[in-house]
């Protein structure tokens, strides 16, 4: 099985680094590596240091550089996507290529987050590697059960019903692109299964360099499930539901907001994405205008 790791970055180069040292870590190792970043700012000297690496460009925005990463892998029969922030166990590949191999009818593999720094302030590399050092795998490593989606920090796809079905991420997604790996992995969804992986294990860091401001997010999280919605990908029922956690937990915390969070700023934006859903505005697109 030839499978290809694609890690799309935006300014964190030094972050990048330990991911790409962890890759050289695993116990099967990819069969090709591909980064593509925005300008050279964004990767510093990593390809003197990661000749193995194959380094591209491409324009802003996550899905762009996603659907660039697709392109430059012709021949991969499973494209890992990672974060740029995202550590993988040693085993994470190895136990990939098994349960792909065991369910055939496997289309996304999602793997298993230990520890998630996304939802609070953020682990450094050195608590990442004290949790996966501490983490005891399952009993039975090759475990799985059916999933939603795939979580983007650690997904991977199985690239036979993307080529068949012509698959793309939506690049009507900028940025971050709030849900493009809810997007993307339920449009496979026709073609086969979404499981979760017990035994392919990792640390999300969730960095807030080069994240969107909180005007940005917060219209994002809700013309972003809206535009979904719509479009088939994402169920009204998860999509409403997701819009009003966002909005009640942003007003709650908006008088004593973490350290590493606007949430007066994400309310606003949740407003203000509700009214243009009402007033016939709303557009994912619109917050390069905010």
Known sequence: ??????????????????????????????????????????????PRRFPEVAFLTAA???????????????????????????????????????????????VVATGTVIADGAKGPGLSVAEARALLAADVPPADPLAVAPHF????????????????????????????????????????????????????RGVHLGVKAARQPGLRLGYSQVVNSVYLARKGSYPWSHAL????????????????????ADRWGRFRGNMLGLWEVLTGRA?????REL
């Open 1 to 46: 099985m030839n499978i290809a790791v694609g890690i799309a970055t935006r300014g964190r180069p030094a972050v990048l680094a330990e991911v790409l040292a962890e890759l050289r870590r695993q116990r099967r190792a990819p069969d090709r590596v591909v980064v593509c970043h925005v300008d050279a700012a964004d990767v510093a000297d990593l």
């Open 60 to 106: 802003a925005g996550l899905p762009i550089q996603r659907n660039a990463i697709m392109d430059a892998l012709p021949d991969a029969d499973v494209v890992v996507f990672l974060d740029d922030d995202f550590l993988p166990a040693p085993d994470w590949l190895s136990v990939l290529e098994a349960v792909m191999t065991r369910h055939p009818d496997c």
């Open 149 to 200: 989606n795939g979580y983007g920090c650690n997904m991977a796809i199985r690239m036979a019903p993307v080529r068949a079905h012509a698959l793309r991420f939506d690049e009507a997604l900028p940025a971050y692109a709030w849900y493009e790996d809810i997007d993307f992995t339920r449009r496979l969804l026709p073609y086969g299964k979404i499981l979760r992986l017990a035994g392919a």
């Open 241 to 260: 539901r997701s819009i009003a956690r966002h909005v009640a937990i942003n007003l709650a915390r908006s008088p004593f907001p973490e350290p590493w």
């Open 283 to 287: 557009h994912p697109g619109r917050i």
